[in-house]
Antibody
Framework: QIQLVQSGPELKKPGESVKISCKASGYTFTDYAMHWVKQAPGKGLKWMGWINTYTGQPTYADEFKGRFVFSLEASASTANLQISNLKNEDTGTYFC????????????WGQGASVTVSS | DVQMTQSPSNLAASPGESVSINCKASKIISNYLAWYQQKPGKANKLLIYSGSTLQSGTPSKFSGSGSGTDFTLTIRNLEPEDFGLYYCQQHHEYPFTFGSGTKLEIK
């Protein structure tokens, strides 16, 4: 069955970096794009962008340009999200989600990775 | 950006009842509207996309309607597993945006 398994919770200080992984199984990784979605504590979902898992080309929402980097380890069927120069407002849960083919909707989601930024 | 206004924010209903959740887009998005369910400890689930197309595995008790700017998710014959958070998402244009969510609780 299709599974997206994300890395564990992270506690970081402002200014540090974090890398979140999302390992896919149950399908051909490079056949489906991967999206990233943020959920701040007690808030709704916010789309961060997506990465073409065949070409490696990322697309970022304006709010997530600069400190956020999507990358791939295609041989390991893994997508990564790296956030640098962490700020308190980066605290939240980050979801990876597979894109349904031919539609910009997300048909399989990871369990979420919690990032807490606090001094 | 396309703003998605979802209502109501909270909804209480009893098992067996039917409920509707609304989503209004700030501009015309044709039928590019999806609905998701979020429950604690479970992966988020895509229920409906393109306004009314049921995702594989979504029970027929769920239905979506609307086009343009106004959309509705209807859930018939509520069961305990239907309670949780529901979000709409427009998939018409970048950046893809979500509604603020509707919390469906047991009355």
């Amino acid at each position: 069955q299709i599974q997206l398994v994300q890395s564990g919770p992270e506690l970081k200080k402002p200014g540090e970096s974090v890398k979140i992984s999302c390992k896919a199984s149950g399908y051909t990784f490079t056949d489906y794009a991967m999206h990233w979605v943020k959920q701040a504590p007690g808030k709704g979902l916010k789309w961060m962008g997506w990465i073409n898992t065949y070409t490696g080309q990322p697309t970022y929402a304006d709010e997530f340009k600069g400190r956020f980097v999507f990358s791939l380890e295609a041989s390991a069927s893994t997508a990564n999200l790296q956030i640098s120069n962490l700020k308190n407002e980066d605290t939240g849960t980050y979801f990876c989600a597979r894109q349904l083919q031919l539609r910009y909707v997300m048909d399989a989601w990871g369990q979420g990775a919690s990032v807490t930024v606090s001094s | 950006d396309v703003q998605m206004t979802q209502s109501p924010s909270n909804l209480a209903a009893s098992p067996g009842e039917s409920v509707s959740i609304n989503c209004k887009a700030s501009k015309i998005i044709s039928n590019y509207l999806a609905w998701y369910q979020q429950k604690p400890g479970k992966a988020n689930k895509l229920l409906i996309y393109s306004g009314s197309t049921l995702q594989s595995g979504t029970p027929s008790k769920f239905s979506g309607s609307g086009s343009g700017t106004d959309f509705t998710l209807t859930i018939r014959n509520l069961e305990p597993e239907d309670f949780g958070l529901y979000y709409c998402q427009q998939h018409h244009e970048y950046p893809f945006t979500f509604g603020s969510g509707t919390k469906l609780e047991i009355k």
